[in-house]
């Protein structure tokens, strides 16, 4: 009888990875032939039978994988689609220009099957590998996100597995696409961490203490009515204008929560609306306009961790959530931490989207969240950016020129016409449509913001350990894939909270190395500072 190597590979996997493995049945067509250098080649059958590897000398296909990649310019980020015996990525993770190998499977049957039969461990236990088992699904394109850094993971190069590819071509074309959006949202991200990258870390340690003396009484429930199942999310489209009847009579049935987003929050407020919730995730000082108007008591702000600190300032009553950066995500784990929330999306109407979810609302309505400019109008009136725009025009640079700016400022993905007027719709904005819409499409997540009050935060503690972490990380060397790829997953956790700010300083002309060394001497600054202030 056939030795089983099920249990020796599952260890040597992530635990939800090995859940799903276990959970799937071994593929019944999945049989296995030695090659003639007596390695085990899985074959499939079907209207003929493939095997996925060579019959002659399956490790020998390594050598060609490395040897083709040697020549590209180092390093080089690896995805393989489809794993079958791993006989030709085996050598992959040893090559110190290799950065990471992530293994997107789009046949789980095929993968238990081999499990079974063939010994893995070493490939799946090396730090540089990471095995998706759902291949194109958002998980496998967060999966490829996670693993990938611009900065330091070099150019991607896609390795599919042709024989599987003939067998499971729908489920490999899949992969591939989720490869490519991975792709295009990393690169677009790089940009906008190079711009944000030391503004984000900075804001989020100087709100650090505040966390503790924030006020997040949530206004769920009253005396005369119960908790409420319906949130209303206001964004500050140019319809918003049209809806405000709707909303006000909306809050005085008292049934719903309002949730404004906080550019949409000086449109309300000059309208009599004071929303129960508002919510900021911009980082940059432009979001203090929103607030010069003032706050109601009533309504508690929710802002991300990394908002300029001079704007919580601004407010009566405040709570802090944690995004997608790896920064915010490392705080929310501390006990009385910031609870997460998903700002993946890229824009606040997303993010104001999962806060209703995370509250427990059963169905959330949306309100001047138009993703697209009609008529070339980029905002409803009694927004910031009238104003704004008015303070600056002069003779030969109009408010008009400056709202037309705005509205041409990213390519069009679109321009119809509807009602006799055109809409024009940028790539960002389609963009940011689409997430939300996926978003609303997922099940409610798990994790709900309903501690009332919230744990008491501990941030001395919480920074002295950052601070430690950072003085314990290991000399960085000259070949940062390799560096990166040592490092304990401790080490990579806190490295990954300072990359974006290394972005910023990789876009002033520094070298990986030394804008990797300037971050993590930018946040001991940062820290040092802060425990200073506050303590």
């Avoid at 085990?40 to 083709?68: Q, Y």
């Avoid at 015996?85 to 290799?98: D, E, I, N, S, T």
């Avoid at 010069?292 to 009566?316: D, H, I, N, Q």
């Amino acid at each position: 009888m056939a030795r089983s190597f099920l249990a020796e590979n599952l260890s040597s996997l992530p635990s939800d990875v090995a859940e799903e493995i276990v959970a799937s049945l071994p593929d019944p067509r999945v049989s296995f032939r030695p090659a003639r250098s007596h390695d085990l080649v899985p074959v499939v059958s079907g209207d003929r039978a493939r095997p996925l590897h060579s019959l002659v000398s399956p490790r020998e296909e390594a050598n060609h994988t490395v040897r083709r990649l040697e020549r590209c310019a180092p390093p080089v980020f690896v995805v393989a689609v489809g794993l079958g015996a791993g006989y030709h990525l085996r050598r992959l993770p040893r090559q110190p220009w290799v950065s990471s190998v992530v293994v997107v499977e789009p046949a789980l049957g095929i993968l238990r099957a081999v499990v079974e039969r063939i010994d893995l461990t070493d490939f799946f236990s090396h730090p540089k590998v990471r095995l998706v088992p759902v291949a194109g699904t958002p998980r496998s394109e967060q999966a490829i996100l996670d693993a990938y850094h611009p900065l330091f993971s070099g150019n991607i190069h896609t390795i599919p597995l042709r024989a599987l590819a003939a067998i499971e071509p729908r489920s490999v074309n899949a992969a591939v696409s989720a490869i490519e959006r991975a792709v295009a949202s990393a690169s677009g991200d790089f940009s906008t961490q190079g711009a944000f990258g030391r503004q984000w870390l900075r804001n989020a340690l100087f709100n650090i203490p505040r966390i503790a003396g924030a006020n997040p009484s949530l206004p769920l429930r009253s005396p005369r009515r119960p908790q409420r199942s319906k949130a209303l999310v206001t964004a500050a489209g140019p319809s918003l204008e049209d809806e405000i009847p709707r909303i006000r009579s909306t809050q005085r049935c008292g049934d719903t929560l309002i949730i404004a987003t906080d550019t949409s929050l000086p449109a309300l407020r000059s309208a009599g609306i004071e929303p129960d919730f508002l919510i900021m995730i911009d980082s940059q000082m432009i979001s203090y306009h929103h607030l010069l108007g003032g706050v109601s008591e009533k309504t508690l702000c929710v802002f991300e961790l990394s908002v300029p600190p001079a704007v919580v300032r601004l407010v009566p009553r405040y709570l802090f959530v944690a995004g997608t950066h790896p920064f915010s995500r490392y705080v929310s784990l501390f006990p009385g931490g910031p609870p997460a929330i998903d700002t993946t999306g890229g824009n606040v109407t997303h993010a104001a989207v999962d806060l209703a979810r995370r509250l427990g609302v059963d169905k959330v309505f949306l309100v001047g969240a138009d993703f697209s400019y009609p008529s070339g109008k980029p905002y409803a009136r009694g927004t910031y950016v009238y104003p704004y725009v008015h303070a600056r025009s002069h003779r030969t640079r109009r408010s008009l020129t400056q709202l037309m700016e705005l509205v041409f400022r990213d390519p069009l993905a679109t321009r119809r016409r509807t009602n006799g007027a055109l809409v024009y719709v940028p790539h960002t904005m389609e963009r940011y449509r689409k997430a939300v819409a996926a978003l609303l499409c997922t099940p409610p997540p798990r994790a709900e913001i309903k501690r009332n009050p919230l744990q008491p935060f501990d941030w001395h503690g919480a920074l002295h350990r950052y601070l430690r972490s950072l003085h314990a990380l290991p000399v960085i060397g000259e070949n940062i894939a390799d560096y990166l790829g040592r490092l304990t997953p401790e080490s990579r956790r806190i490295i990954a909270t300072i990359l974006p700010s290394a972005v910023f300083f990789l876009q002033k002309g520094l070298d990986a190395r030394t804008a990797l060394s300037r971050s993590v001497s930018t946040a001991v600054r940062y820290c040092d500072w802060v425990v200073r202030e506050f303590s």
